[in-house]
């Protein structure tokens, strides 16, 4: 489990998608934050990258679990929005499937990457600064 989602896959192929994770409760979604060594914080969803031939919901509950330490259920997409995998001067855009997850337990304990976890509803998401993997949310 690393940082952001990792763009090698098997055989070095290019991703298909980015599968993200929305667990909500009372309005709020549950995101993970974490700090840069000069001390400021982003928040992201539990996301991975998607190689053709996987399969997207069984990669996305084990990173969920990875991440949050919720044993979480993934449902169906609920959105898609674009996922820039590219740079500045060579922009390449695969979607980001947002997938709705349920939980029974909704505390997280999250990996060690993460300096926690924060549950923010959409309209206070300006507020936050936004990890890459999540910049689409814009």
């Known amino acids: 489990m690393g940082g952001s989602p990792s763009m090698k896959g098997p055989s070095s192929q290019a ?3 980015l599968a993200c994770g929305l667990l909500e409760d009372g309005g709020r979604a549950l995101f993970l934050c974490r700090k840069s060594l000069k001390g400021a914080e982003t928040v992201e969803l539990p996301c991975c990258l998607l190689f053709k031939g996987e399969n997207p919901v069984a990669k996305l509950a084990e990173v969920f679990r990875m991440a949050t330490g919720i044993d979480a259920q993934v449902h169906d997409v609920l959105f898609e929005r674009r996922y820039s995998i590219g740079s500045r001067r060579r922009k390449t855009r695969i979607p980001a499937l947002v997938f709705g997850i349920s939980a029974k337990s909704h505390k997280a304990n999250p990996f060690a990457d993460y300096s926690g976890c924060r549950w923010i509803a959409s309209k206070d998401l ?8 999540c910049e689409w949310l814009r």
Do not use: C, D, I, N
């Not at 300006?126 to 993997?133: G, I, N, T």
């Open 15 to 17: 991703p298909s998608a």
């Open 126 to 133: 300006a507020k936050h600064r936004l990890a890459k993997s």
